[in-house]
C-alpha cells in the first residue's frame, strides 16, 4: 500500500517560512520523482516544484521560484519543500505527488500516480 504523508504545514505571518515534508512508505522511494503541488480555494491544483530520482534535477514554477527549494532524503524517504518570503498568496492545501515515471509533462497534476493527504499553509498579512 502507497502512502504519503505530508507535515509541516501551518499558520505563518507575511515574509515567514516554512518547511513541509513528505514522507513516503510502500514505494521505492530512490526511484520516485516527487513533486509537490498546492490548491487554493476555488482554484485548480497547481504545480509547486519538483526533484527527480537522482535529486539532480528540480524544477519551479515561477510563482516560487527564488524563495523555494526542493530537496529529498532517500535514505529517510523523505521530500521536503522549503518556502521563504511567504505572501497571503501562498495560501492553499499543499500536496505532495509521486511517479515513477515524469515526462515534460510534469507541472499537469494529471501525470502523478501517487498523492497525499494534503498540509494546510496559511499565510496571514
Known amino acids: 500500500q502507497v502512502q504519503l504523508v505530508e507535515s509541516g504545514g501551518g499558520l505563518v505571518q507575511a515574509g515567514g517560512s516554512l518547511r513541509l515534508s513528505c514522507a513516503a512508505a510502500g514505494l521505492t522511494f530512490s526511484r520516485l520523482t516527487m513533486g509537490w503541488f498546492r490548491q487554493a480555494p476555488g482554484k485548480e491544483r497547481e504545480f509547486v516544484a519538483l526533484i527527480r530520482w537522482s535529486g539532480d534535477s528540480t524544477y519551479y514554477a515561477d510563482s516560487v521560484k527564488g524563495r523555494s527549494t526542493i530537496s529529498r532524503d532517500n535514505a529517510k524517504n523523505t521530500v521536503y519543500l522549503q518556502l521563504n518570503s511567504l505572501t497571503p498568496e501562498d495560501t492553499a492545501v499543499y500536496y505532495c505527488?509521486?511517479?515513477?515515471?515524469?515526462?515534460?509533462?510534469?507541472?499537469?497534476?494529471?501525470?502523478?500516480?501517487?498523492w497525499g493527504q494534503g498540509t494546510q499553509v496559511t499565510v496571514s498579512s
Open positions: 505527488a509521486a511517479d515513477r515515471h515524469i515526462s515534460s509533462r510534469y507541472a499537469l497534476y494529471t501525470e502523478y500516480e501517487y
